[in-house]
């Protein structure tokens, strides 16, 4: 139940705030250095952050240049895996080439010799079917090269020519099968017209000799 003061207002006690009261004292000077100390503190602590996220930055950037050279040395690591793959695939290859009862320093001196001025060589290769191919399995000969016909000659007309001394020289051709053009593309260079060409000859499938029975 509230209590009610029935005295005249000049018998009442006041009573005093138990609280504390903050009174702050001091020169108009002392409360602009207390101030001024605040706003350095400030910019201080904002300096501070700043510098935190330049350096956060730079790190982070030096982080992605090294993530991207360890990418790009793992993408090199990769192809030269792969390149050294297939060197050692075609080296493989051209060994069995080279076990054929084949002289190569002869079939390419034929091949040469087939060869005239408005046709000439850029490329040889060999391809076997299949990386797994037993060694008397057929495989194929490619010859890239390039051409130039003479004014009154076309360039099928100079290839179909080229392509029937390959297939008439017995002592060249006798140890493949068949011949396939496999790509005709014309370009002009200088004002020439340029005509690269890729052949592709299928080899003789290797026999082995039969066994020779042991007479009684």
């Known amino acids: ?32 250095f207390l101030g001024l100390s605040f706003l350095a503190v400030g910019i201080f602590l904002d300096a501070v952050g700043l510098y935190q996220k330049k350096e956060f930055k730079r790190l982070n950037t030096q982080y992605n240049q090294q993530y991207r050279h360890l990418e790009d040395l793992a993408k090199k690591k990769d192809a030269l895996e ?16 080279l076990e054929r009862d084949l002289v190569w320093s002869d079939k390419l001196n034929q091949l040469r ?3 005239f001025k408005e046709v000439w060589l850029t490329e040889l290769y060999f391809e076997k079917k299949g990386a797994k191919a037993k060694e008397t399995e057929e495989g194929n000969l490619y010859l890239k090269g390039g051409l130039a016909p003479q004014r009154k ?32 593309k014309t370009d002009r260079r200088n004002n020439t017209e340029i005509t690269n060409f890729t052949i592709r000859m299928s080899f003789k499938k290797k026999v082995n000799p039969p066994d020779e029975k042991v007479k009684k």
């Open 113 to 115: 010799n087939l060869f």
């Open 153 to 184: 000659s076309s360039p099928i007309g100079t290839l179909s020519r080229f392509i029937t001394q390959l297939k008439e020289d017995k002592a060249f051709f006798s140890d493949f099968d068949n011949l396939t053009l496999t790509d005709f």
């Open 1 to 32: 139940m509230p209590k009610v003061n029935l005295l005249p207002p000049e018998l009442r006690r006041t009573r005093r705030s138990v609280l504390p009261q903050l009174r702050i004292q001091g020169s108009p000077l002392s409360l602009i």
């Open 82 to 97: 792969q390149k050294l793959n297939r060197i050692t695939l075609e080296l493989n290859l051209l060994s069995g080439y």
